[in-house]
């Protein structure tokens, strides 16, 4: 298995492995409405081609025999803070707890370690399962906050952080 790094040939993957992992991860979180509607502000091909050249964010790719399992999504000197910012992390998922989310965590902190970034941090949804393999991994729960994204939504997240 190897992290590669996406660029916006990519967008096709990224849009793919999405389409395949939020509607089982947000199933019985977030409503069918508001799943569409986050997918198409997140994922279309004009959003992600504006993230990956105008707003700074990287992503990377895991990939083993040629078969996309995951990608993330990050974001050096965050509100230059002297942070990374985690924006995605998803993996596919028949391939949850088999390393790969630590792969990418391990990648990135070692890339915000070389660009003199000392923390990363993250938001995830208050009722998102991963809370508990962040927390393994290092991240603490430092707030909460609830995003208005429009359309009437909300994301209810917890802010976590990991000192590098």
Same mark, same amino acid.
Not at 30 to 40: A, G, R
Not at 77 to 101: A, C, F, R, W
Not at 139 to 155: A, P, W
């Given at each position: ?26 199933? &019985? ?9 986050m997918m198409n502000m997140m994922y279309s091909t004009a959003s992600l081609n504006h ?9 990377? *790719?895991?990939? &083993?025999?040629?078969? $996309?399992?995951? $990608? ?12 990374? @910012? ?5 993996? *596919? ?18 890339? %915000?370690?070389?660009? %003199?970034? @000392? ?11 991963a809370i508990g393999f962040y927390q393994h991994i290092g991240f603490e729960i430092i707030?909460?906050? !609830?995003? &208005? ?7 209810? !997240? $917890?802010?976590?952080?990991? @000192?590098?």
């Amino acid at each position: 298995m190897e992290i590669v790094e996406a660029s916006i040939d990519d967008i096709f993957i990224i849009q793919t492995l999405a389409d395949q992992i939020w509607p089982s991860t947000f199933a &019985d979180i977030l409503s069918e409405e508001q799943i569409t509607y986050m997918m198409n502000m997140m994922y279309s091909t004009a959003s992600l081609n504006h993230q990956m050249t105008k707003a700074g964010r990287h992503y990377l *790719l895991a990939r &083993d025999n040629n078969e $996309y399992l995951g $990608y993330v999504s990050y974001e050096f000197d965050y509100k230059e803070k002297g942070l990374t @910012k985690i924006h995605k992390i998803y993996v *596919l998922p028949s391939m949850q707890g088999k390393n790969i989310g630590k792969l990418f965590i391990d990648k990135i902190s070692q890339l %915000a370690t070389e660009n %003199a970034n @000392k923390k990363l941090a993250l938001n995830v949804n208050r009722f998102n399962k991963a809370i508990g393999f962040y927390q393994h991994i290092g991240f603490e729960i430092i707030g909460r906050e !609830d995003i &208005d994204i429009g359309n009437g939504f909300l994301m209810e !997240d $917890y802010i976590m952080n990991k @000192k590098l």
